[in-house]
């Protein structure tokens, strides 16, 4: 079993920029894909970015060139850097574990508990 736990959401005004953290325990993440999602109010759980074992990454449309997703297997934690944050990337944000490489929550059997992240106007 892996536990997943987030941290560094917050109230920001749009522009700002924000680092979440995931830390992993119970087993080493190195060998796992892990991935970050987002819940708005209202919406669907969406994906954002993921990064496999070897080190491949991808990321929605919607955070493309504004997003980054790493992780630092030594410590077990995995982290997204927001940058240029919009109102609309207001959601709750999860961080996500699998076997396998994909961007289906479904694939996901390890999740954190969200971190909140508000973004004014």
């Known amino acids: 079993q892996v536990q997943l736990v987030e941290s560094g959401g917050g109230l920001v005004q749009s522009g700002d920029s924000l680092r979440l953290s995931c830390a992993a325990s119970?087993?080493?993440?190195?060998?796992?894909?892990m991935a970050w999602f987002r819940q708005a109010p209202g919406k669907e759980r969406e994906f954002v970015g993921v990064i496999s074992w070897s080190g491949g990454i991808n990321y929605a449309d919607s955070v493309k060139g504004r997003f980054t997703i790493s992780r630092d297997n030594a410590k077990n934690t995995l982290y997204l850097q927001m940058n240029s944050l919009k109102p609309e990337d207001t959601a709750i944000y999860y961080c996500a574990g699998s076997t396998k490489v994909s961007t289906n929550d479904a694939s996901y059997a390890y999740w954190g508990q969200g971190t909140q992240v508000t973004v004014s106007s």
């Open positions: 119970g087993r080493t993440i190195n060998t796992y894909t």
